[in-house]
């Protein structure tokens, strides 16, 4: 073999191996993603059996149930659907109803949401884009009129309080 097959066989060699890497990361990137789905994309959508998924909405006032031990079932909906959720574990402590919330788990047969893990926003202002894209109204306020109350023994955000001046 002269020195430019040499070459060629190693540039060869390389990008092959490459490609080999490359596909080998694609493959184990494609099993490890997860969608994001509001309540009205979950039921308009058929989500593969046993798929993975990530659940974003407001937790219905009145829906929370708790049962025995650390089971807990209550209701996400995005203002134009709703989904049951059952979960069991520590709910975190911004957790409560009106809250807007992501979950990660699977859609049962029954058509209830199993929740892996529930997290609750961590202020104010903060929303998945696609659930936060779905609840605005036309003059950019919150469209949930369900959802708007105050919910008792919550503080006011700093730009709710009087001024001390």
Excluded at 130 to 136: D, H, Q, S
Aim: net charge positive; charged share 20%; proline share 6%.
């Amino acid at each position: 073999m002269t020195k430019r097959q040499q070459r060629m066989t190693a540039v060869a060699a390389l990008v092959l191996g490459i490609g080999v890497a490359a596909a080998l990361a694609f493959t184990a990137f494609r099993k490890n993603m997860m969608y994001f789905y509001t309540p009205t994309d979950l039921v308009a959508q058929a989500v593969p059996a046993g798929a993975k998924i990530r659940l974003g909405g407001l937790v219905v006032a009145g829906t929370l149930q708790r049962g025995e031990g650390l089971d807990v079932r209550f209701t996400v909906a995005d203002c134009e659907q709703s989904v049951p959720v059952r979960y069991s574990g520590i709910l975190p402590d911004l957790f409560r109803e009106g809250q807007g919330i992501v979950a990660t788990g699977r859609v049962g047969p029954d058509g209830v949401f199993m929740a892996d893990e529930v997290l609750a926003k961590h202020d104010e202002n903060y929303m998945p884009p696609e659930l936060a894209e779905k609840l605005v109204a036309a003059d950019g306020r919150h469209s949930c009129a369900e959802f708007s109350r105050p919910v008792m023994g919550r503080r006011p955000a700093i730009a709710d309080r009087p001024s001390q001046s």
